[in-house]
């Protein structure tokens, strides 16, 4: 691993159908006070049909609500369509799984042997809301943003303790590209902006990379991500 970022960007996703190369690394939480909740080890590799594949294993850590390690793989299509997520604690407690066809998303939860399934009407712009920056990443791969613009979209998002999914309506902004301090020093980054419609209210802003890795999630109420490591493309 290195400490040099990438060169200077303007429009850091500007072809999500070109290859996207195999990247790792790690995410650290913090919950308001500043206390780590967790550390999310990450990588995103191309499958054999030119498709993605998302894996995470995550340590969640008191003061988050339920500790617990948990595990997240979410497949995308060559042309990051959304395939399948699934999401296992391993404390055998929960799970979630979720299935998506042109006009049809499945989702099923469970809480020990207690399990419940919700259909939703499903349309190729719509997303996927999780507790972790790669949720994120993935929405700026499939919106084409460009600086200064803002898009709304339909998301489904996954409590991040329960695994119960609810719609929601979230606005992304593409502030900008600036110098921003990360833990790898100033970088050239994409500056973006989160929020919610529903409550008018700002989720906060994140800063990410060409390849939309998010190096640092800022929430309005304090708490967020930081990518503490990372191998940075050649």
Known sequence: MTNQGPNPIHNPIQNPQSKIQNRKGVYQAFDADGSVTADERWQFIETLDSGIRIDTDTARIAPFVEPRTESLTFELSPTFA????????????????????????????RLDDVSRNREFDWRSDCEIGYNSPLFNMVT???????????????????????????????????VGDEQHDTRFGPMPVAHYAVSTVRTRSSDGDFWCDRAGVVFDFMASDGAGFRLVAVNFPS
């Open 82 to 109: 959304l395939r399948s997520l699934a999401l296992h604690a391993y404390n055998n407690r929960r799970e979630s799984r979720a299935g998506f066809s042109d006009d049809r998303a499945n989702f099923c939860w």
């Open 140 to 174: 700026l791969w499939r919106s084409h943003l460009q600086p200064g613009q803002s898009r709304t979209f339909d998301v489904v998002l996954i409590d991040h303790v329960t695994f119960e999914p609810r719609w929601m309506r979230q606005v992304y902004t593409y």
